[in-house]
């Protein structure tokens, strides 16, 4: 069964500039999570959806947004990139909540740097 | 708050034993969760443990609970230098998911 994946890997955008991430979950999982990771702040949850609807919303400004599509794919987009929005930003599905453990299974995230 | 608290770094040399330790904040937390990453790669599930047990043995691994102080530990047993790495508590914000994360303890391994 193949794994989270994540596009791309690696980008660099300048301040100013948006940016759309992807996020395809393993197969038959309903739930998408994202988190930024900086060496900082450690992993802060950006937001969860679930058949397409956003179930929970972490403490970020509006510039940051996302969506699921029918498939279980995710895209989040960041507008008016900021220097400090440099991060590793990673994607976890899930089976839903209330099916299981509660396991996330993350892929490899996409590094943004912002210059 | 909903902070999940743990020591930034530990050292140790292989063949000893490695304690991390957390500190987290629901007491209502269904599982509580330790997380490994590697350098470059995302997070992977090390084990969990469900919050009416006190402990679980998993090979080299045993996570010990206690509910009345909220600490979580993980006890890394004969560790390697392949354990070096990342390793993250978590809990959930609200029912299974999604999960809060303390800021990692940094594990190095010393041959």
């Known amino acids: 069964k193949a794994g989270v994946t994540q596009t791309p890997r690696y980008l660099i955008k300048t301040r100013g500039q948006q940016v759309t991430l992807s996020c395809s979950p393993i197969?038959?999982?309903?739930?998408v999570s994202w988190y930024q990771q900086t060496p900082g702040q450690g992993l802060q949850f950006l937001f969860e959806?679930?058949?397409?609807?956003?179930?929970n919303k972490g403490n970020f400004p509006g510039r940051f947004s996302g969506r699921q599509f029918s498939n279980s794919r995710s895209e989040m987009n960041v507008s008016t990139l900021e220097l400090g929005d440099s991060a590793l930003y990673l994607c976890?599905?899930?089976?839903?909540?209330?099916?299981?453990?509660?396991?996330?299974?993350f892929g490899e995230g996409s590094r943004l740097t912002v210059l | 708050g909903e902070d999940v608290e743990q020591s930034l770094f530990l050292s140790v040399r292989e063949g000893d034993s490695s304690v991390i330790n957390c500190t987290y904040t629901?007491?209502?937390?269904?599982?509580l969760y330790w997380y490994k990453q590697e350098p470059g790669a995302g997070l992977q599930l090390l084990t969990y443990?469900?919050?009416?047990?006190d402990m679980k043995q998993d090979q080299r691994l045993t996570v010990l609970l206690n509910k009345k102080d909220k600490h979580l530990s993980l006890r890394i047993a004969d560790t390697q230098t392949g354990d070096s790495a990342i390793y993250f508590c978590?809990?959930?914000?609200?029912?299974?998911?999604?999960?809060?994360f303390g800021k990692g303890t940094r594990l190095s391994v010393i041959a």
């Open positions: 976890a599905s899930s089976l839903g909540a209330g099916v299981n453990t509660g396991e996330l299974f």
């Open positions: 197969s038959g999982h309903r739930s």
């Open positions: 959806y679930f058949s397409e609807t956003q179930r």
């Open positions: 629901d007491s209502s937390s269904t599982y």
């Open positions: 443990i469900f919050s009416n047990m």
């Open positions: 978590a809990e959930p914000i609200s029912g299974n998911t999604p999960l809060v």
